[in-house]
């Protein structure tokens, strides 16, 4: 298994660490306080309906959190299926309006609290008025949610013109608590307000029989609506206000570590300038360094030997015959016709030893070269013609 660079060692070691603050982090952090006022199921603050929410799940009904658009309620079993709509948004009302008057007509049950719910339910919402003068509300007629008694609202409804098909259920006076409205095969159920059913009423024992008398019985299913409260199913609101959200920006910053740290090690490449193989030192460097890699010294030197024995051949008319009687002979015949004495020049002329070492055979090469040029200066002074013949 190949091992692991000292770069990514410490990027994972800042991963593990960054891991590890993040999980203690959560585990000693206290919880925050939560103030806000959206009655969501998420909330878990006073004005949030969380406690419902779980109270339902434990008396047998279904509870889901509902995070999709009103369009995909035809893909439910209306006439089993009972939707809680608490404050949703001004912007989010138009659009799921129809789509929910839709479900209810199917055989659907809508528990509605506050004034915005009503606007989406009811067909002359604009002759509602809200106000805000706190009484405990009086039972009118016969249905569940009027069978409960010393309920108390902060808020009640209060209509320019009552619409037929609505039945008051808890009234204050002229104004209205709870009411009942048939719609097709359904029934909506409207409150004035949430605050019987959030986390702080629902503690009361009216409150909670009022919730319950204003759905279906047990074993339905009922669907919280978390859309209209503009909460998204998606994979950012999940993680939302959870430590995944600075695992991910630790994670963003690590990553962008990184790309700096590479961009600045890594720059644009560029080819080398080649030198042309046509140089002629640049041959010799090569041919030198195939030598010295090669151990092949002697090479070298019969190399010399070579061009030093062809110069005599050639340009001062010795024979190959004398050649062949070996390097004294040769180096008496070049003392007598050209007067020329070099007491090394029988041993530089002997065949090189084997695997000789590079230095000596370079002293060896050079000093061959040194008597080739010694022999031409002599054979140019007596033969000046062979100089220009040479030239030519």
Excluded at 167 to 176: I, K, M, N, P
Excluded at 309 to 329: K, Y
Excluded at 337 to 358: G, H, M, S, V, W
Aim: aromatic residues 6%; negative net charge; proline residues 6%.
């Amino acid at each position: 298994m190949k091992a692991l660079s000292r770069e990514a060692k410490l990027i994972t070691g800042c991963l593990l660490g960054a891991a590890v603050l993040i999980v203690i982090t959560a585990l000693i952090t206290p919880p925050p306080i939560v103030r806000s006022e959206v009655p969501t199921s998420f909330n878990t603050g006073e004005k949030g309906i969380k406690a419902a929410f779980l109270a339902l799940s434990r008396m047998g009904y279904q509870t889901e959190r509902w995070e999709k658009p009103a369009s995909f309620l035809e893909q439910v079993d209306a006439e089993h299926t009972a939707l809680v709509i608490t404050a949703p948004q001004a912007n989010l009302i138009a659009n799921e309006q129809v789509d929910v008057k839709n479900f209810v007509r199917r055989g659907g049950w809508v528990l509605a609290a506050g004034s915005r719910a009503a606007t989406m339910l009811l067909p002359d919402a604009t002759g509602l008025e809200i106000d805000d003068k706190p009484c405990n509300a009086v039972q009118e007629g016969f249905s569940a949610p009027a069978s409960v008694q010393h309920l108390h609202f902060e808020h009640t409804f209060l209509w320019k013109s009552l619409p037929d098909d609505v039945e008051f259920a808890q009234s204050c006076g002229d104004h209205a608590a709870v009411v009942l409205i048939p719609m097709g095969k359904g029934t909506v159920v409207l409150w004035s307000e949430s605050a019987p059913m959030n986390n702080a009423g629902v503690k009361k024992d009216e409150n909670l029989a009022l919730l319950l008398a204003s759905l279906p019985p047990p074993h339905t299913r009922v669907l919280f609506d978390e859309y209209l409260h503009g909460v998204r199913d998606d994979l950012w609101t999940r993680t939302g206000g959870t430590p995944v959200v600075a695992l991910e920006l630790q994670l963003g910053l690590i990553a962008a570590a990184i790309l700096f740290t590479f961009t600045r090690r890594h720059p644009a490449l560029r080819e080398l300038v080649a030198t042309p193989r046509t140089s002629p030192l640049e041959f010799s460097h090569s041919m030198g360094s195939v030598y010295h890699r090669g151990g092949a010294g002697e090479a070298a030197v019969a190399e010399a030997q070579h061009r030093l024995l062809e110069f005599l051949v050639q340009q001062c008319g010795i024979s190959r015959q004398l050649l062949e009687a070996g390097p004294v002979a040769l180096a008496e015949a070049l003392a007598g016709r050209f007067n020329y004495t070099n007491t090394q020049l029988a041993a530089l002329l002997e065949p090189p030893a084997d695997r000789i070492k590079p230095a000596a055979a370079l002293r060896q090469v050079r000093a061959l070269h040194r008597a080739q040029a010694e022999i031409a200066q002599i054979v140019n002074k007596l033969h000046p013609t062979a100089e220009n013949d040479s030239r030519d």
